[in-house]
């Protein structure tokens, strides 16, 4: 009986630190940004009139509107292939730098790849649809952190 208790506290102690443990979150979850994207025609710009595009970063996903939009892809996995952190010089304030990358195909075996590069509460995203290596659609936008309402 005293052997069952203790394993039965064991596992009860064990439980409540593997439920309590959330690991690290990673740094842009729940980040939100407003941007202004241009498509891309031969390499220059198509149209005068900027589209609205919102970004948001949760939960190991990245949402484009944009992409939605022009290209019907929504949340697609991420991964942050540079997060570092330095000092700006001129202000001498500790600033944040991520290089993010998400690829996805749908079932037109069309390829995504979004590449962004958040400095601090910038962004600046390059979004393109290939399909056989071929780009069909090409997208840039540049845009500043969401704030958020308290």
Known sequence: MNLN???????????????????????????????????????????????EDEIEFKNGKVYSSLCWEKMEFQDVKYEIRKDSTYIDSSTTTEKHYYEVEAITTNDKKETLTMNFTINDYEIDAIYKLTKKDLVKKHFTSTGKEKVKKK
């Open 5 to 51: 208790r203790i394993i039965g506290i064991g596992l009860l102690v064990t439980s409540l630190a593997l439920v309590s443990f959330k690991g690290d979150k990673d740094p842009l979850h729940k980040k939100k940004f407003i941007a202004q994207g241009t498509e891309i025609k031969d390499g220059k710009p198509k149209g005068n009139k900027p589209i």
